[in-house]
Every structure is written in structure tokens, then in C-alpha cells.
């Protein structure tokens, strides 16, 4: 045609605050912390999530409802401790983060996603960080939050009274906290990794899973036939060890404490499990954004 012809799209620049990188970490922290509990989404999606925070919590009110019960016979100890319930929980914890770390990574790349990012101001870094912050809120409340509901609930129910348990229990607070962490990495970091080399959720948590019970199982076969030193592949066993170190506990004789490994050489194992797992993430994404 000779003439030009002009179209009104009504486009409309961006009139509001311009958030730059920052708010992009941000809303991808927010966007990740719904994804792993299913919020604005599907109902299937929010089941296995409610599932495992059910198991997680219950088992706390349950500990609490029975110390009512025992109190009658006199001041029994606990049915359940702190250092214990890590223990208990270890498999969730496990599971939780290999759902949760499929969850915030797999689709953005399945489904493109990935490519909207790279088109905004944002690095590799960003995304990852801003991935990885949800994961540690809510892995972190999912691990913590029975320790809290344990705490207040059996100083609410309490002889010597709701203040006076509390305050002599407080320590509790920080180290479950600071063990909670030590789980978050030792589970989370791997989980990182297997999530962004798989295409698929299912696969990529069913092979982690695999994997790290596969190792978990050889590690202990191998100590037992006299072979010690393998024990510090197993990851459990170091998070557990940790643990107990924080808590001045001594739930059970660990893997690697059959090894000669000590506690803080344990944590060092994990911090460089996590920095490798971190290197291994960060390498994926610079090439996609």
C-alpha cells in the first residue's frame, strides 16, 4: 500500500516505581515460596506439600497431648526430645527438599520460562539467589516449626508454669535453629544440583532420592565389612552428628563418628558439599542468562 497505516494498541509505558534487580530477586523468592506449597495452584499440587507439613507437625501436638496424659503419673521425662525429632523427621526433611528444589527450578526451564528472565536486568546470581532464599524459608520452617510448636506447647502445658519452662529452655530456640540449618544444607544443597541437570520433576526426585539412599546404604554396608573411612560419604550421618554437637545430645553412635570423623570436620564436609553443589548450579545458569 503507498500510505502508511497506524495501528493504536493503546501501549502505555510503565508509569509505576521501577524496582530494578531487586525486585526481580524478590519476586522470584515469592513466586518460589508458593510454588513449593502449592499456593495459586492446582488442588493436586498443594496436596504432597500439606501432606508432608502434616507429618512434620502432628507428631509435635501428639508429644504435647501425651505429656498431659503422663503428667497424672508424675514428672516422667520426655516421650520425645529435640535431637530426637530430627532424627524421626530425617526422611521427610529428605523428601521435602527434593520436591522443593524440583519445584523452583524444572519449570522454569520446562516450560521456557527461563528465557522471559533473561530478557529482564537479571544475572544468573539473582536467579539463583532469589531460588535459593525461598528454599531455605521454607525448608527451614518446615524443619523448625515442630520444634517450635514442641517447645511452646509442653511449656503451656508445664507444672512450673509457662514462663519459668520458657525461660529455661530457650537455648532450644537457637539450636534447633542452627541444626536445622545444618539439615538445609546438607539435604538442600544436592537437591539444587539434581534439579538442574533433569528435565523432569518426577525423574529428578526419584533419582536424588535413589541416589542418596543408595549412597546412604552402601556407606554403611561398606563400614560394617571393616572399610571405615566411606562413611564420610554419607550425608545423613554428618548432618546427624552435627546435630547432636549443637544439642549436647547423643541420639545414636553416627557413621561418621564410626569413622573417626569429628563433628566439625562433618560440618566442614557439608559446607563443601554445598559450596561444590553451588559452583555446579551457578555454571548451569550463566549459560542461560
Known amino acids: 500500500m503507498p500510505e502508511g497505516v497506524v495501528y493504536d494498541l493503546g501501549y502505555r509505558p510503565h508509569e509505576g516505581e521501577r524496582l530494578g534487580r531487586a525486585g526481580a ?6 513466586d518460589g515460596v508458593r510454588r513449593v506449597l502449592g499456593m495459586r495452584r492446582r488442588a493436586r499440587r498443594k496436596v504432597l506439600p500439606a501432606v508432608l507439613i502434616g507429618i512434620a507437625v502432628l507428631p509435635a501436638l501428639f508429644f504435647v497431648a501425651l505429656d498431659v496424659f503422663l503428667a497424672d503419673f508424675g514428672d516422667l521425662p520426655p516421650f520425645f526430645d529435640h535431637p530426637g525429632y530430627f532424627d524421626w523427621m530425617g526422611n521427610f526433611i529428605l523428601i521435602f527438599c527434593a520436591l522443593a528444589a524440583g519445584e523452583l527450578l524444572i519449570p522454569d526451564r520446562q516450560y521456557g520460562t527461563i528465557a522471559v528472565y533473561a530478557s529482564r536486568p537479571l544475572r544468573a546470581a ?26 511452646v506447647g509442653r511449656a503451656w502445658t508445664s507444672s512450673e508454669g509457662f514462663g519459668a519452662y520458657l525461660g529455661g529452655n530457650l537455648d532450644v530456640l537457637w539450636q534447633t535453629a542452627v541444626a536445622t540449618l545444618v539439615y538445609l544444607a546438607a539435604y538442600s544443597a544436592p537437591a539444587f544440583a539434581a534439579a538442574v541437570y533433569s528435565s523432569r520433576q518426577s525423574l529428578a526426585i526419584f533419582l536424588y532420592l535413589v541416589a542418596f539412599y543408595a549412597v546412604f546404604a552402601t556407606a554403611h554396608a561398606v563400614v560394617a565389612a571393616g572399610y571405615r573411612i566411606v562413611g564420610i560419604v554419607s550425608l545423613p550421618d554428618h548432618a546427624g552428628s552435627v546435630k547432636d554437637w549443637i544439642m549436647g545430645s547423643d541420639t545414636q553412635e553416627w557413621l561418621a563418628e564410626a569413622a573417626g570423623i569429628t563433628p566439625a570436620l562433618s560440618l566442614l564436609i557439608i559446607a563443601a558439599i554445598t559450596g561444590a553443589s553451588a559452583w555446579l548450579v551457578m555454571r548451569r545458569y550463566r549459560s542461560e542468562l
Do not use: C, E
Not at 530477586?25 to 515469592?30: D, K, P, Q, T
Not at 539467589?129 to 527451614?140: D, E, I, P, S, T
Open 25 to 30: 530477586v524478590r519476586a522470584l523468592y515469592r
Open 126 to 151: 539473582d536467579y539463583v539467589g532469589g531460588r535459593a532464599a525461598a528454599m531455605v524459608a521454607v525448608v527451614f520452617g518446615f524443619v523448625w516449626l515442630p520444634h517450635l510448636v514442641l517447645l
